[in-house]
Structure formats: C-alpha cells, structure tokens
T-cell receptor, first 113, second 112 residues
Framework: KAGVTQTPRYLIKTRGQQVTLSCSPI?????VSWYQQTPGQGLQFLFE???????NKGNFPGRFSGRQFSNSRSEMNVSTLELGDSALYLC????????????FGAGTRLSVL | QKEVEQNSGPLSVPEGAIASLNCTYS??????FFWYRQYSGKSPELIMF????GDKEDGRFTAQLNKASQYVSLLIRDSQPSDSATYLC????????????FGTGTLLAVQP
C-alpha cells in the first residue's frame, strides 16, 4: 500500500509569490491534515480536511488556505509569501473515526528568498 | 491554547540502557496520545499510541499513560544507536481527533 505522497519535495520561491503544495493520502484515507515545521516553532497544525470540507483549523493567517478534492487528494496554498514561511510542510492522512492514526508524508521543503 | 510539553534534551544514554522520555499535556479531555520518531531531515514516523490508562508495550517500546496526572511517557529498552532521533509527543484536543498538538520533541542520543 502506497504511503502519503507529497509533491514537490523542494521549492524555492521569492517573497510576494504564491505556492501550491499537493498531498495524496493513503488509499482509503479520507482525512488530510497539514502541518508546518520550523526550528523555532516546531510542528504546528494548519488545517484538516475531511470529505472536501475544512473540519479543523489552526492559528495561521488567511494567506494559508487549502482544499480537498473528491478523491481525497488535498492542496494547500500560501499567498504573498514571507521569509518566515520557509519551513517543512507536512501532510498527514488518516481514516475517519475517533481512534484514528495520522501517517505523515515526506514533506515539502519550502525556502522563501 | 492547549499545550503539550516535553524536555528538549538532549537525553544521552549508553547503548543497551533504558531511555525514558516524558510528556505532559494540558487538555483534560484528550483521549488519545501518540509518540512519533523523527530522524534529522525526515518526516515523523509513528511508533506508539495509547488510548487508555496504564501501559502499552510493543517490542522494545512501552508507552505509559496517567490521565489523573496528565502525563505520558515512552520507555525504550535496550537502546540502540539507531534509536538516536527526536521523539515527539502528540495529543489531539478533545473533540478534534485529527488536530495533533505536538510537543517540541526530545532529542535522544544513544552512545555506542
């Protein structure tokens, strides 16, 4: 069974640009969550999508957005990039249910210059 | 803001020893608790999860949960150099099972 796939693995952007990251969950998983990891703040929850609806949201500005498609694949978008957006962006998928377990993809390393 | 706290370490143990990693959480309503291992430059990998009070064992790993004290621990027996990594404790808040709140992680160094 294939794991969580994130593309691209690496991205370099400049301030003010926007970026779109993609995540394909494990087959059968309907929940996709996104996290940002930085050396200073650690792993922080961005948002979660389930059945094409945002179900949970973290404390990030509106420049961070996402969506989920009918096949459970998800994308996140960051507009008007800032230097502080440089981070490892991780996607995790899980089955629906109260005792679900999240499995992480390899991540997308974003560098903003 | 619900919090999860861990000692950042580094925790240094000799090969073959028991490594003990600790985590406290603030949300009394949390029902599930996870330990992830993260090697440098890699993504987090789930190693243990626990849902109820008491201990759960899986090979060399034991997770212990004390809900009254809001305390979770991970024991690694017969530590190996390959266990050297950052160990992240993650706790979803009550009612938001897919919103993991992570601690800052404990860096474990197993000395050969």
């Amino acid at each position: 069974k294939a794991g969580v796939t994130q593309t691209p693995r690496y991205l370099i952007k400049t301030r003010g640009q926007q970026v779109t990251l993609s995540c394909s969950p494990i087959s059968g998983h309907r929940s996709v969550s996104w996290y940002q990891q930085t050396p200073g703040q650690g792993l922080q929850f961005l948002f979660e999508y389930f059945s094409e609806t945002q179900r949970n949201k973290g404390n990030f500005p509106g420049r961070f957005s996402g969506r989920q498609f009918s096949n459970s694949r998800s994308e996140m978008n960051v507009s008007t990039l800032e230097l502080g957006d440089s981070a490892l962006y991780l996607c995790a998928s899980s089955l629906a249910g109260p005792k679900n377990i999240q499995y992480f993809g390899a991540g997308t390393r974003l560098s903003v210059l | 803001q619900k919090e999860v706290e861990q000692n950042s370490g580094p925790l240094s143990v000799p090969e073959g020893a028991i490594a003990s990693l600790n985590c406290t959480y603030s949300d009394r309503g949390s029902q599930s608790f996870f330990w992830y291992r993260q090697y440098s430059g890699k993504s987090p990998e789930l190693i243990m999860f626990i849902y109820s009070n008491g201990d759960k064992e899986d090979g060399r790993f034991t997770a212990q949960l004390n809900k009254a004290s809001q305390y979770v621990s991970l024991l690694i027996r017969d530590s190996q150099p390959s266990d050297s990594a950052t160990y992240l404790c993650a706790v979803p808040p009550e009612g938001a099972t897919n919103k993991l709140i992570f601690g800052t992680g404990t860096l474990l160094a197993v000395q050969p």
